[in-house]
């Protein structure tokens, strides 16, 4: 569609963002607003994109499609709200209405389409809680915390796993998130309306595990007193996390491998087949190749559940994410004991930079918990921390000795996240806690420069 020059004009002239798309899902048109809202330059030709690829919201490629929903109703959109991402990786809340561009014809040729920014309109404090509450509200992966080059590669296939339905195998160790992660697929998946429902296996002795998963019939044991659903049945159409899958003994592993291969199952004591339509997400924070080379689990099993497996890294391979992880926490820990803590002392966040976190971002939390209960003011000082995580606080005992070893850690951990973030400034500054330009005044301090960049190993074995 070609627009007039005084229609540019006009439309160039607004603060609202301003689209307009074909039939083909194409860019026809931008305004200036709109290109200032996604971070792009004035020059970039955006006629041969599609809208996915220029406007990254939280519901393309779903359902809740803003051009999906307008053709499908045939109705224009009011102030529907939801979340878009611009090129520097900064979310926005945004306000989106909609019409239709009709030909002489009257037959509809595309749909136009105006953001308003509703972060320039809220202020600050909305525009990073309307953030939480779409995010979370729309089920897509904010509750995944995280800026490390191991977690983006997680999150970036996610999508394409929810969308799918193949069997995924979490691995990693305990506290690593592994259910957050399959609840987040389940989430973004099409049977996101169903039941997600999460088993421990290593909770349950074999009988009862049995039991638990696949029900019994009246009279098939001591104490059955009336049929019972399993877990399967429970989550039909829906989703099944099985925790822990490695401490599954081997004859009910046979039982989960013709449930997974035929999609039916028998309750305990019964002879009837009973169909189930479900997808499975296993976990294990067991090396199962090595328990399959034991003979300890089924290689069958094993392969069957390992359709698209996804490591996740314990939390010390991954430490330039704690500082966001500890301010996560710390918003959360306000609200439940109403407190107002603001911020954490550097030698405190160089105490939990020191520390290996044996139970990963599960303990974390447990530590800012505790600290939070022991803070009295709004900084949690060393002093707050737990006995045990202050007595490894061995880059501290070293920063007692000589003055400027603080400064080293913090300079050596500036160009960790620089170097993870593609030197990406705002996207360091961002992981960091700090602003640009508290980024910048620290980078000149530490004549840190680009051009002297190297590939650090980890800061602290």
């Not at 194409?26 to 200032?36: E, G, S």
């Not at 030709?45 to 803003?66: F, G, H, P, Y």
């Not at 009862?208 to 399967?232: I, P």
């Amino acid at each position: 569609m070609k627009i007039r020059s005084q229609e540019e004009i006009i439309l160039n002239c607004i603060s609202d963002g301003v689209i307009t798309i074909g039939m083909d899902r194409k860019i026809r048109y931008i305004n200036q607003a709109m290109r200032l809202m996604l971070g792009l330059e004035d020059d970039l030709d955006t006629r041969d994109l599609s809208c996915e690829d220029l406007i990254q919201s939280d519901i393309c490629n779903t359902d809740e499609c803003i051009f999906h929903k307008a053709l499908l109703t045939k109705e224009r959109l009011s102030n529907y709200e939801t979340v878009i991402r611009n090129r520097e990786g900064v979310y926005m809340p945004v306000s989106i209405n909609t019409d239709f561009l009709k030909d002489n014809n009257g037959d509809v040729v595309g749909i136009v389409e105006v953001f308003r920014n509703l972060s320039l309109v809220k202020g600050l404090e909305g525009n990073i809680k309307e953030l939480e509450s779409r995010i979370a509200d729309r089920g897509r992966f904010g509750n995944i915390i995280g800026n490390s080059k191991a977690i983006r590669e997680i999150l970036a296939v996610l999508p394409t796993v929810a969308n799918s339905k193949s069997t995924v195998l979490l691995e990693g160790e305990s506290g690593t998130g592994k259910e957050l992660i399959a609840n987040a697929i389940h989430l973004n998946s099409p049977r996101r309306d169903k039941s997600f429902v999460a088993v421990n296996c290593a909770a349950l002795a074999e009988g009862v595990l049995e039991s638990e998963l696949f029900g019994h019939v009246k009279g098939a044991f001591t104490g059955a007193y009336y049929d019972k659903l399993g877990r399967f049945e429970l989550a039909d159409k829906g989703t099944i996390f099985l925790d822990e899958i490695g401490d599954v003994s081997l004859s009910t592993q046979g039982k989960l491998l013709r449930v997974l291969q035929e999609e039916e199952l028998e309750r305990v004591g019964g002879s009837k087949s009973i169909r189930i339509d479900i997808r499975v997400i296993a976990a294990s924070n067991k090396d199962l190749l090595s328990l399959v080379k034991r003979g300890e689990f089924r290689d069958d099993l094993y392969y069957r559940i390992r359709v698209f497996p996804i490591r996740i890294p314990p939390l010390r391979e991954r430490k330039e994410d704690i500082p966001q992880l500890v301010r996560h926490f710390i918003s959360i820990y306000n609200k439940e004991m109403d407190k107002d803590i603001k911020t954490i002392s550097h030698s405190a966040m160089a105490t939990l930079l020191s520390y290996d976190y044996p139970g990963n971002v599960r303990e974390l939390e447990n530590i800012i918990e505790h600290a939070s209960v022991c803070c009295r003011g709004d900084t949690i000082q060393v002093e707050h921390l737990p006995n045990d995580i202050i007595g490894h606080r061995d880059i501290v005992d070293k920063a007692s000795k000589s003055a400027g070893s603080l400064k080293i850690m913090e300079r050596e951990l500036m160009l960790k996240v620089l170097d993870q973030s593609g030197w990406n400034y705002k996207e360091a500054a961002k992981i960091l806690g700090l602003s640009r330009t508290t980024l910048w005044r620290r980078l000149k301090e530490f004549n840190i420069k680009r051009e002297k960049r190297f590939k650090m190993q980890h800061y602290i074995d």
